[in-house]
């Protein structure tokens, strides 16, 4: 079996390969248990799609293609959220928005327990161990930490941008010492209640306070 991480480097250079759900030659995106991230080549290109539903463990990990992604959307099994082209997309679900929140805080946390020696020195070898699409954050060299975190951060997380939020979110509980053990899960769905009052605010239906809507998952 080939390894995944070459295999993502692949999906990076644009390369592409054979969809994991349907054996095309053709597929240009890349799918695992968090999300499905759209390659240039793709005609979603640099969309990324959360999944809507629990994992259960048998969720594949691989190129996908474009026909695969449309039958996932059609079946309300995945949701785009987030281009890399033109940032967080509009009307985006609030199911969609806490699954999101979610995978980024879940990310931080998975940066945020990287080990690292005296110097604050990262091993390549520990990113090997992370999800492919983490990887990118590390390289071929001992990286600092703080460097890694800063790079995760991002400069353009907004109010409007889920998965951004959430690793915030995560950074902000590290910031205090209270990471460990936290279930986002509830954390995320005040975000996306605050969310959908803001998107209400900007768009002239304003409820009086105590009147909000409830938002549906
Ligand atoms: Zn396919």
Known sequence: ??????????????????????????????????????????????????????????????FVCDACIDRL??????????????????????KAALKAHELGAQRMRALLALPFDASGLVSPEAFAA???????????????????????????AS????EGSGRQHALARAAIGMLRGVEFTEAAKTWVSERSKQLRSRNGTQTPPGDEPEPEW
């Not at 059609?74 to 609030?94: K, M, T």
């Not at 999800?131 to 800063?150: D, K, S």
């Open 130 to 156: 992370l999800p492919p699409a983490l990887r990118c954050y590390g390289g071929n060299e001992p990286a600092p930490i703080w460097n890694i975190i800063l790079d995760f951060v991002g400069y353009t």
């Open 73 to 94: 959307v059609l079946d309300e099994r995945i949701e785009a959220y987030y281009s890399d082209l033109n940032g967080p997309l509009a009307d985006i679900s609030n």
């Open 159 to 162: 109010r409007d941008d889920p």
């Open 1 to 62: 079996m080939s390894n995944p991480n070459d295999e993502y480097d692949r999906f990076l250079s644009g390369l592409g390969g054979d969809c994991v759900l349907c054996g095309s030659k053709k597929a240009f995106a890349w799918l695992d248990k968090d999300e499905i991230d759209a390659g240039y080549e793709s005609r979603h290109e640099t969309t990324h799609f959360i999944w809507l539903g629990e994992d259960t463990g048998d969720r594949p990990q691989g």
